[in-house]
């Protein structure tokens, strides 16, 4: 079993940076692959960002794309989303996902893991 634990959100103007981080419970995560999602007030849980084992592949939903960067460690192992440019409608519930890979493409579905999440919300 996986525990990951986010932290880092909080209360930021729109135009502002914050840095979420996923702490994994156990160092098998360094072979997972990782992502972020995130679920706004009446919306479903959407994807966010993915980066493979090495941290040598990444993919980001269009909305975010050019703002925010994923990034991993896995000596730690824990793994980032740095968020600059935010804006009001980035506000949500942020979780972090892990899941065995599968396949070339870097996947936006199918992840076993799930941190329990951590609020971000952009005043405008």
């Known amino acids: 079993q996986v525990q990951l634990v986010e932290s880092g959100g909080g209360l930021v103007q729109a135009g502002g940076s914050l840095r979420l981080s996923c702490a994994a419970s156990?160092?098998?995560?360094?072979?997972?692959?990782m992502g972020w999602f995130r679920q706004a007030p009446g919306k479903e849980r959407e994807f966010v960002a993915a980066?493979?084992?090495?941290?040598?592949?990444?993919i980001y939903a269009d909305s975010v794309k050019g703002r925010f960067t994923i990034s991993r460690d896995n000596a730690k192992p824990t793994f980032y989303l740095q968020m600059n440019s935010l804006k009001p409608e980035d506000t949500a519930v942020y979780y972090c996902a892990a899941r065995r890979p599968s396949g070339l493409r870097l996947p936006t579905t199918g992840y076993d893991y799930w941190g329990q999440g951590t609020q971000v919300t952009v005043s405008s």
């Open positions: 156990r160092r098998t995560v360094s072979a997972f692959t």
């Open positions: 980066i493979n084992w090495s941290g040598g592949s990444t």
